[in-house]
């Protein structure tokens, strides 16, 4: 097996009150990421062409109707985006539906039928990613909305997604992961799927998804669950949760967490990017860096 490493790094979405400096700050964390994992900087002029992969966990933007917010972020991350090859899942702050997302990365066309770049995998290195939008695995229509707190479904502005069916979704899952062979099995997606407690709809979620979606994941060994959402970086006990779950942020919009069980490691408030490698007898390891360039996490 070929030694691969990538950075993952959750939401890059900043603070509505700092969004040049964070995104200053979210470029410059990448940057020592790189320098940690390759061992020089994501723009630096020697890299080849899409040397290196940085897989995004989503929310990449706050307002994704917003021009201007897309490129708040492409401008400081063009040198990076274009110099690696990027995987990147759909956030709930990237898109209303799909479209403002969808149209601004050149995704696979191999998910299940109807949601064919909301879904995708593909490979890297020795590694198999499989993507989920999970925007679209669960029906969030009778939560309120937090400014309003109208029920979705009764909002008039609200418009609700076209939710996955679950069948659709696990055969899909299943087939790829078959067809993933020996190659270690990485899941990206946004939301958790072992929640620490920041909203009774993310634990909502999170319990359906870990009712009919876990077992598929668990049946094909996959190595590690990749997201994002709440705004603070942890990473579960796979002796109490059965899987590796990663839940990181890379942005300054930073919360803490409610309910850390189950967790071997949590850092609060501050951003974090993550080098992962899988070496040639397929064990894997981790390091996590905070913006100073301090290991957080190693695993």
Known sequence: MKKTTFIYAGDAEPDKFKEQDGYRAWRSLICKAYAMAYGRSSDDPSFKEKEGLLVLGGDLIRRSRKENRWDAFFVPAGDILKNTSVIAAIGNHDCRNGIEYLDRFDLPENGPAGFEKRFYSCDYGSCHFAVLDTN?????????????????????????????????????????????????????????????????????????????????????????????????????????????????????????????????????????????TVNEEGDISLKTIDPEGNIIDEM
């Open 136 to 276: 679209v695995m669960w029906d969030n229509s009778e939560y309120p909305d937090p400014r309003t707190g109208i029920p979705n479904k009764d909002n008039p502005n609200y418009k609700a997604p076209d939710i996955a069916p679950v069948p659709l979704v696990q055969d899909w899952l299943v087939k790829d992961f078959a067809a993933a062979g020996t190659r270690p099995i990485f899941v990206v997606m946004h939301h958790p799927m072992f929640s620490p407690g920041i909203s009774i709809e993310d634990g909502e979620r999170a319990a359906f998804m870990r009712e009919h979606f876990l077992p598929v994941m668990k049946a094909h060994n996959v190595k590690m669950i990749l997201c994002g959402h709440q705004h603070f970086y942890c990473r579960t006990d796979p002796d109490k949760t059965g899987i590796i779950q990663l839940m990181g942020v890379s942005g300054n919009k930073l919360f803490k967490g409610k309910d850390i069980t189950g967790m071997a490691c949590v850092r609060e408030l501050t951003p974090a990017a993550t080098a992962i």
